[in-house]
Every structure is written in structure tokens, then in C-alpha cells.
């Protein structure tokens, strides 16, 4: 492990001219037991982007929440500069004293009224609810002028529900310029764009930076931060446990820092290819109209290797995840899995087919959150007779395998007794890849495995995915994670707006090109 | 045939559109409000019956008719804190807690009357609101007698149609409330309270639900009746739907049912009991449960509709 720096003894740098806009001393947050934050220092200087690094539970999302007046501090003090410079401290628990003070807040989920357009949502709150009217030319203006200043360009007369993620996060943070913040904050901005859409991001926040508005940028995206910010402050564990320049520091670095062990690399041994289990020729499934539809795809998956379908979500992804997984039907076109028609809406005969599936949403989709462990562990096979007899369950046994399942994947849990919406996501995930690579399936439907998951369980499901490719098992890898698409696919095919391209091969394969694609342009022309 | 056709032709037919559309240009504007706003408000059946004793009592009292409106107004607020105060804060069950209120409301309000009248046969009658008398209006052909026959309470139905538009669409105010209705979070991270625009809003649209109640015991009729409500604020509910919670098409859902419930009325008297009475009873509502079948698949409900909202949870 890395010693982490001290934070007392601050790197001397000639930034430290700039003011101090905020000071955070000593914050600490409890919720019953467990101490979220323990005992934060962080100072954040005008025109300087913070990057605020941590996985899941590390209390980023705390440290966070305590700036903008979701939750109060225990103990500890925040510190904000006002419009003069002087630093006063920021009554806490209340979003309006924070927005006041000149903070802002661009959540990873958005607060955005999908009814209103996004010139709504901009002055939503910005005048006495008494008012008769919202001083339209003027604030207009106000808001022509800040899409000039920063280049975020959106159109702002539809409502938003109707435009790109990509638009509406660029009225998200127009919505936090308006309100002349001096302090912004970014929680995972980037998960949701396409690489290009990520860049003209770090163009903007730079751009912003160098008015001297101040931007701490949360992500797990390592070699984003590194090329976007200029000092790096790692939490684990609620626990600041770095604060350095970025200058000098490597990803390998920060990820232990994060994780607090070392990373193992993934493995990617060749394989050799077998029987195709997946082919796609020509479908369509969904109505015309329809959203998240696929128009068509020509797809063939073999045994061993892995296909990578990159795309923002709602192209056409959610459908092809539910043909493969009997939940829909294809409209037109052939598709054939493990060798045989599947023309019919049937998830039982796919899974007795040998598809296993990772749903897109394990909470919603892939576990029933009132079951416990070990009847969550045999959802798919509660027919067999090793799990019944006569039409009564084993329990002996379905306890039994869910307690050697428990063992062999690392599920941290009470016991296969334990209802599994007690379980942590990653702990959650886990169950799920026991009930699928239990089965040894031949075609292997992986829909956003990892997401929202840390590192410590993303490197387990990567793992334990290339191991399945190893023992012969064809993966429909569907991710939004170009990281992750690269480090695990053979090959990798674009789907944008319900058509899925080629799958081509990753090595030699340019992330941009890919990303380009995901936005809509074809390969040839951007060859 | 001619005959059922021919009613259209009478003035008699759209004034009486007109008086049975008013009470549910008011329910129908208050649910859609409180809707709006993220709260479904099934008190509504209940409250009407508050707001029509409630404010017929008042007038009976010695207060101007006015002042029953305004009684009226009030006491539905007040059923309106209650339903907001337990579904907002609170965050229970809006379908329980508003049938609640509706059993609640509607106890009180027969409660109270048997209190005032303990021995009474007949409910005691006071001076409704009489029809407006405009001089220039009095002469048009076919239209001055349709709106010969309403009172100044109607006049404040339609007036109330365009003041909420306008409220919803062009002030702060409505913004805020169809923020709150769409994404609460939203309305938080801006600064502003969810409890408090979701409970004025609920309190501001209970308040016209009262005013339906009220303008059957004071303009309509004469006096108030168990029973007289007759579901009337269901109604409002499949009406609200069927208006895509915007106030103008509450407006012509209202007068749709309304035109609806005149003309299967003077349907029965033209086939003169041939066809049993209940078949024609149950047109307007066949209409509803049809134009809900249409509209509601395609319906854009408000997106936090029903869903409580907690502070610092998401």
C-alpha cells in the first residue's frame, strides 16, 4: 500500500495564491454505527478542479450531500467563501442556504422536471414563488449569455424529458451557472456520455475553471481525472486517505489507494472458438415507434468469445437483451440461440436452452428483494428435482447449495437465510453470477453487469465473465463502459438508434471510432 | 329520431349542460391541481359533500351567499391540510388516506346537519344565487337564454378554468407545482420546499372540489340532500385523466359529461318508458369508462403522481 500523503504538510504550489472558496474542517457523519465521513479536512481553492476519488461507500456521495444540505454534519465545520471573499460558515441541512452560498450541485441522477423545458428548469426556483411573472427577457438574456461564455449548447424550449442525456446535463449545469455558483460540484458526470460527449465536458469545466469557478469532480474514471484535474483527494472507507497533485500520480496508484490492496490484472488468455450459440439475421423487435426498439441486427455470438455491444442506453439495447432473453419476440428476421429457432416469447425454454442472464437492473429485474439468499440462488431452477419433489421444495438442499455458493463466490451475507435486499449491490451481483455459471450455460446474456458496483466486486465480475469465455461460454457482453468493453470483448459491435453494426475486432480497434459510431456516424465515414 | 335530434336544438338542453358541468369544472380543476403537484386526492367525493353542507349551513346561518362560498372554500382547505399533512410528510397510502377523508368529510358533514336539525323532515330552504340578468346578453338570439339561466357562480367556474391555466402555465407559482408533480428532486435541489407546494397545492385544489359541493346546495338547488353528491366527485377523477391534467380540457371533459347527462334526460321523456330509465342513467358514465379506455393508455401522468417523497433519500 501506498502511504498516503499527509494532509497537513500541503503540496507548495504556486495555486495557492488563488482564494480559498471552500473549507471543509474535521467533518464527520454517523448514521448509527457506521461513520460515513470520519474527521475530512478539504480546501478548494478559486478556478481549481478537486477530483474526488472513491468506490462505492467510501462517502463521497456523504461528503457531498453535507455540502449541499441533504444531510448535517455531526461534527466538523464547512466554510464557504461569499461574493467578497470572506469565509463564513455555511448553515447546513438546507439545498436553499447552499445555493445561496454559491454552491451547486450537478447530481449523477438529475433533478430535472422532464415536463418542463429546459429553460424552466433553469429558473425553476429562482423567483418568489408570489411573483406574477419570472423577468423572461432579462433571464433569457442571462442564459444567452452563459451558453456563449461556457459553450454548453442545448436547446432550451422543449421539454426535457425529449432530449439527450448529453443536453440534459448541459441544462443541469446551465441551471447551476445561473444561480452564479462559485463552487461546482459534478457527481459522475461522465457515466452517462459518449467518449465525445465527455470531452466537450472537460472543454467546458476547463473553460469554467479558468474563470475561476471551482469544480470538484467525482468519478471513478481514472484517466478522466487524471487528464481533467489538477489535484486528487481520495476517500476510503469515510476516511480521506490522499490529497496530492494529480501531476505524478498513475492509475494503478490511485486505484490502490482507492481500494486499499492491490488490483489483480484481468486475464485474457485466447480461446478457442466454438459452435455459435447466438445468431441474429436481420431482426427487429419492437413496434415501430416504439422506444428503446431494434430495427435491425445481424449478429453471430460463438462459443468462447465475447461480443461487446457498445451504445447509450435506450438504443435498441433493452430489446435486444429481452429477445435473447425470451422476453420478447422478434418481429421480423431469424434468430436462432444454441442452434435453434426461438421465435416465441418463452424465458423458460432459454434458460432450459442454456442462456443464462445478468439483467440490466439486479433490484428490479434479477432478485426478489423480500426472498432470501438461497431461494434467489434457485429462481431459475425451482422446477428441477434437485430443488423439489412432488411440488414441494428441498430446502435441506436448496440451503445447502446456496451455502456452497456463498463460499466459492465470496457473498458477504449473514447466511443463505438472509433476505437478500440486505446485501450490498456488489454482494447482490454475486448471487446472480452464481445462479447463472452454476448452470454452465452455452450463451451468456451480460446486460450492464458491473454498474454501480466498485472496483473490488467490477474486477470479480470481469473475472469470473472471462473464466465462463474460458470454459467455452459465448457472453453478449451489453455496457455502457467503454473501459470495460475494451478490457473484456473479442470483438465489438455499435448500436445506435435500433441499428446494431458489425461486430468488429477489438484489437487494433480506435475507442473513438467507436465512440463517433455510438453517437450515430457510421465506421466507413470516419475511417 | 327527429325528436332526439330536435333536443339539441333547445336552449333549455345547453343551460342545463352548462348547470350540471359546473360543479365538475370544479372538481375536475382541483383534482387536476392537487395531481399536478404529485398527490392523488380522493378525499374529493367527500369534500364535495363538506363544501355543499358546509356552505349551504353558513348562508342558512345569516352569512350572504358569498360567505358561503368562502365557508365553503375553507372547509375544503381544511379537509385538504388533513389529506396533505398525512400523504405528504407523512407519506402514507394516498388512495387510503383519501378514502379516508371521504368517509371522513362526508360523516362530519351528515353529523353536523343532524346536530343542527336533530327533528327536521325536510331539509329548511334558503335563497340561492339567482340567474344573472345582463341587458346586453338578454337579447341574443338562442344564446341569451342559455346564459340567461346561470348564476354568478358559474361565471366563477370558468373564470377559475382560466386563472389556473394561466397560473400553471405562466408564473413561478405553476412552475414550481408541475416541477413537483414531475420530479420532487428537482423542486429540492432548486431551493424550494416539496412539503410546502405539494400541501398548498393540495389545499388550494380541495378548496375548489368545495366549491363543486357548494354550488349544487347554493345555486343549483336550494337546500342540502344525503346523498346528493351521487359520485359526482368520482367523476372528477375519470375526467381529470381524460383532460391530460391541463385546465381548458377539464373544461371541455366537464361540459361533454354535462351535455351528456341533459340529453340522456330528455331522452327518457321522449321515449317515454319504452326503454328502462337506468339505460339512459348509465350513458354519461359508459362515456367516461369509453373515454378513459381511449385516452388513458396514452395518458402522460405527472411522474411523481402518488409517489411520496422524503427528504435526503433517493
Redesign the interface.
Known amino acids: 500500500m501506498i502511504a498516503p500523503t499527509a494532509p497537513d504538510q500541503p503540496d507548495r504550489t504556486p495555486h495557492e495564491t488563488r482564494p480559498l472558496v471552500l473549507s471543509l474542517a474535521g467533518v464527520t457523519k454517523r448514521f448509527g454505527n457506521l461513520v460515513a465521513n470520519y474527521a475530512i479536512d478539504l480546501d478548494v481553492r478559486a478556478g481549481e478542479i478537486v477530483a474526488l476519488l472513491g468506490e462505492n461507500g467510501a462517502g463521497k456521495t456523504t461528503l457531498m450531500?453535507i455540502l449541499?444540505g441533504?444531510?448535517v454534519a455531526d461534527e466538523g465545520t464547512v466554510h464557504i467563501a461569499d461574493a467578497a471573499g470572506r469565509l463564513a460558515p455555511l448553515p447546513g441541512g438546507?439545498?436553499?442556504a447552499?445555493?445561496?452560498a454559491g454552491i451547486g450541485?450537478v447530481?449523477q441522477?438529475f433533478?430535472?422536471?422532464?415536463?418542463?423545458t429546459g429553460f424552466?428548469?433553469i429558473?425553476?426556483?429562482?423567483?418568489?414563488?408570489?411573483?406574477?411573472?419570472?423577468g423572461t427577457a432579462a433571464a433569457r438574456a442571462k442564459v444567452a449569455r452563459l451558453m456563449k461564455e461556457s459553450g454548453l449548447e442545448a436547446d432550451l424550449d422543449v421539454p426535457v424529458g425529449r432530449l439527450s442525456v448529453g443536453e440534459q446535463q448541459r441544462i443541469e449545469i446551465l441551471?447551476a451557472l445561473y444561480r452564479d455558483v462559485r463552487v461546482l460540484i459534478l457527481d459522475e458526470p461522465t457515466a452517462v456520455l459518449t467518449p465525445q460527449e465527455a470531452d466537450s465536458l472537460s472543454a467546458t469545466v476547463k473553460t469554467l475553471a479558468g474563470k475561476g469557478l471551482a469544480v470538484i469532480f467525482i468519478s471513478h474514471k481514472l484517466h478522466e481525472v487524471l487528464a481533467l484535474c489538477e489535484r486528487v483527494v481520495v476517500l476510503r472507507g469515510g476516511a480521506k486517505v490522499a490529497d496530492r497533485p494529480a501531476a505524478g500520480a498513475d492509475r494503478a496508484m490511485l486505484a490502490e489507494l482507492m481500494v486499499g490492496r492491490e488490483i489483480p490484472a484481468r486475464e485474457r488468455t485466447p480461446s478457442t472458438l466454438g459452435a455459435p450459440v447466438l445468431r441474429l439475421v436481420g431482426v427487429a423487435v419492437g413496434a415501430p415507434g416504439e422506444r428503446d426498439r431494434l430495427e435491425t441486427a445481424d449478429l453471430e455470438l460463438r462459443g468462447g468469445e465475447i461480443i461487446g455491444i457498445a451504445g447509450v442506453s435506450g438504443n435498441g439495447q433493452g430489446s435486444l437483451a429481452a429477445l435473447v432473453a425470451g422476453l420478447k419476440a422478434a418481429r421480423s428476421g431469424i434468430c436462432e440461440i444454441a442452434g435453434y429457432p426461438a421465435t416465441r416469447t418463452d424465458p423458460m425454454t432459454r434458460i432450459k436452452a442454456g442462456v443464462g442472464r445478468i439483467p440490466e437492473d439486479r433490484h428490479r429485474d434479477g432478485t426478489i428483494g423480500a426472498l432470501s439468499v438461497a431461494e434467489n440462488h434457485v429462481l431459475e431452477t425451482v422446477g428441477s428435482s434437485e430443488n423439489q419433489r412432488h411440488g414441494l421444495l428441498r430446502r435441506t438442499a436448496i440451503r445447502a447449495r446456496a451455502a456452497q455458493a456463498i463460499r466459492d463466490y465470496d457473498i458477504r451475507c449473514p447466511g443463505p437465510d438472509a433476505p437478500i435486499r440486505a446485501l450490498s449491490g456488489g454482494n447482490m451481483q454475486k448471487v446472480v453470477l452464481a445462479r447463472v455459471l452454476e448452470r454452465a450455460p452455452r450463451l451468456i446474456l451480460a446486460h450492464q453487469p458491473t454498474r454501480g458496483l466498485d472496483i473490488g466486486a467490477t474486477t470479480d465480475v470481469h473475472r469470473r465473465l472471462l473464466a465462463a469465455r474460458g470454459r467455452g461460454a459465448g457472453i453478449l457482453l451489453i455496457s455502457e463502459d467503454l473501459d470495460e468493453l475494451f478490457a473484456l470483448s473479442d470483438r465489438i459491435a455499435v448500436i445506435h438508434a435500433g441499428h446494431l453494426s458489425p461486430a468488429m475486432e477489438v484489437a487494433g480497434l480506435d475507442v473513438r471510432i467507436v465512440g463517433l459510431m455510438m453517437a450515430g456516424h457510421t465506421a466507413e465515414e470516419d475511417a | 329520431m327527429w325528436a332526439a335530434l330536435e333536443i339539441l336544438t333547445q336552449a333549455n338542453f345547453w343551460a342545463a349542460t352548462i348547470r350540471i358541468a359546473t360543479p365538475l369544472i370544479f372538481g375536475v380543476l382541483g383534482a387536476l391541481l392537487c395531481e399536478r403537484a404529485g398527490v392523488l386526492n380522493l378525499g374529493i367525493e367527500g369534500i364535495f359533500v363538506a363544501g355543499a353542507m358546509s356552505g349551504w349551513l353558513a348562508v342558512y346561518l345569516g352569512l350572504p351567499l358569498w360567505g358561503g362560498v368562502l365557508v365553503a372554500a375553507l372547509v375544503g382547505a381544511l379537509f385538504g391540510l388533513i389529506h396533505g399533512v398525512l400523504t405528504v410528510p407523512l407519506g402514507l397510502s394516498q388512495h387510503v388516506t383519501g378514502i379516508g377523508v371521504t368517509l371522513l368529510a362526508t360523516s362530519v358533514a351528515y353529523f353536523g346537519y343532524r346536530v343542527a336539525f336533530p327533528n327536521v323532515a325536510t331539509p329548511p330552504r334558503i335563497e340561492p344565487f339567482s340567474p344573472l340578468d345582463l341587458p346586453m346578453l338578454r337579447d341574443l338570439p338562442f344564446v341569451g337564454p342559455i346564459l340567461g339561466q346561470q348564476t354568478a357562480f358559474t361565471v366563477l367556474a370558468f373564470a377559475s378554468v382560466a386563472v389556473l391555466a394561466l397560473v400553471l402555465a405562466?408564473?413561478?407559482?405553476g412552475?414550481?407545482i408541475?416541477?413537483?408533480g414531475?420530479?420532487p428532486?428537482?423542486?429540492?435541489?432548486?431551493?424550494?420546499s416539496v412539503v410546502g407546494l405539494r400541501i398548498g397545492a393540495v389545499m388550494a385544489g380541495s378548496a375548489l372540489m368545495a366549491l363543486g359541493g357548494a354550488f349544487l346546495t347554493l345555486s343549483a338547488f336550494n337546500a342540502f340532500y344525503f346523498g346528493m353528491i351521487n359520485g359526482r366527485g368520482w367523476v372528477c377523477i375519470a375526467l381529470t385523466v381524460f383532460a391530460s391534467w391541463r385546465p381548458g380540457k377539464a373544461l371541455v371533459g366537464a361540459l361533454l359529461f354535462g351535455a351528456l347527462d341533459a340529453y340522456q334526460l330528455r331522452l327518457q321523456t321522449i321515449t317515454g318508458g319504452a326503454v328502462p330509465s337506468q339505460i339512459f342513467l348509465m350513458l354519461p358514465y359508459l362515456f367516461s369508462i369509453a373515454a378513459l379506455v381511449l385516452v388513458a393508455r396514452r395518458a402522460?401522468y405527472?411522474?411523481a403522481l402518488m409517489k411520496p417523497y422524503f427528504?435526503?433519500q433517493?
Do not use: I
Open positions: 450531500s449541499f441533504h444531510y438546507s439545498a436553499e447552499a445555493l445561496d450541485m447530481h441522477h433533478t430535472l422536471a422532464e415536463n418542463l424552466e428548469n429558473v425553476l426556483g429562482t423567483v418568489p414563488l408570489w411573483r406574477l411573472g419570472f441551471k | 405562466c408564473t413561478p407559482l412552475l414550481a408541475r416541477a413537483v414531475d420530479n428532486e428537482a423542486v429540492e435541489a432548486q431551493g424550494l402522460d405527472p411522474r427528504k435526503g433517493r
